[in-house]
């Protein structure tokens, strides 16, 4: 069964940059897609990106197209968000999860969140 733990979250400016770091352990990541989702305080969780298992397809919400982009390094058994420009409205709880496919409604696994929070 996977397990997934995200990493690299923190405080930062508007106009920063962070990347988080979704580590997978148990079984290798080429099986899965990974999307990447946040949560804001009083809001519905929402999907942010996703990479397909092949890397031939990636994804992006709209409010974060130019400004973040999602990799992944298999020998690692990691995928990454990369966030540049952030701005407040980027703050929230970032979550990574395993699905068969981008869009899939079933997840295999989610890691525990990783806090973001974009504040002068």
């Known amino acids: 069964q996977v397990q997934l733990v995200e990493s690299g979250g923190g405080l930062v400016r508007?106009?920063?940059?962070?990347?988080?770091?979704?580590?997978?352990s148990g079984v290798s990541l080429d099986y899965y897609a990974i999307g990447w989702f946040r949560q804001a305080p009083g809001k519905e969780r929402e999907g942010v990106s996703c990479i397909s298992k092949s890397d031939k397809s990636t994804?992006?919400?709209?409010?974060?197209?130019?400004?973040?982009?999602?990799?992944?390094?298999?020998?690692?058994?990691t995928v990454y968000l990369q966030m540049n420009n952030l701005k407040p409205e980027d703050t929230a709880?970032?979550?990574?999860?395993?699905?068969?496919?981008?869009g899939s409604p079933v997840y295999d696994a989610w890691g525990q969140g990783t806090q973001v929070t974009v504040s002068s």
């Open 59 to 77: 994804y992006y919400e709209d409010s974060v197209k130019g400004r973040f982009t999602i990799s992944r390094d298999n020998a690692k058994n």
């Open 93 to 102: 709880v970032y979550y990574c999860a395993a699905e068969m496919e981008c």
């Open 14 to 24: 508007p106009g920063g940059s962070l990347r988080l770091s979704c580590a997978a």
